[in-house]
C-alpha cells in the first residue's frame, strides 16, 4: 500500500523504472479520502484498504465476533486457515466424508 500511497498524494515513484510503471497502473484503482486508501470498483462501494494486521482482526471478528456464525472458507475467502484453527468449526462440522459403499436395489412391498 505505501507505494501507492506516496504516488497518490506525492506523485513520488519508485527509482526502478518497472516498478514505477506497476504502481503508475495499480493506483488508478485507488483513492484517498480523508487520509484512508480505498479500492475502487465499478458498481461496489469504496473498499478501505488495511494492514495485515487489521485483516486478520476483521477476519477473526466475522468468524468468531459477537454474532459467533462461524462463518466457513467459501464466505471469508482468505481465511482457510483460521477456520481450520477453529475448535467449534471442526467439532460441529458436517462429516461428509464417508466412504463409498456399492448401491443396493431395494423392492417396494
Not at 506516496?6 to 480523508?34: C, M, W, Y
Not at 461496489?44 to 487489521?54: A, D, H, I, Q
Not at 459477537?66 to 475448535?87: M, N
Request: proline letters at 5%; glycine letters at 6%; one cysteine or more.
Amino acid at each position: 500500500m505505501t507505494p501507492i500511497i506516496s504516488f497518490l498524494q506525492d506523485g513520488h515513484l519508485p527509482q526502478d523504472v518497472e516498478k514505477a510503471r506497476k504502481v503508475k497502473k495499480r493506483a488508478t484503482r485507488f483513492t484517498i479520502l480523508n487520509g484512508t486508501l480505498y479500492k475502487r470498483g465499478y458498481s461496489l462501494p469504496y473498499l478501505k484498504c488495511v494492514n495485515e494486521e487489521k485483516a486478520k482482526y476483521i477476519l477473526e471478528e466475522i468468524h468468531e465476533g459477537i454474532c459467533g456464525d462461524h462463518a466457513g472458507p467459501r464466505s471469508l475467502v482468505h481465511a482457510r486457515e483460521l477456520v481450520k484453527k477453529c475448535d467449534k468449526c471442526q467439532r460441529l462440522e458436517n462429516v461428509q466424508c464417508l466412504l463409498a459403499e456399492k448401491l443396493m436395489t431395494m423392492a417396494s412391498p
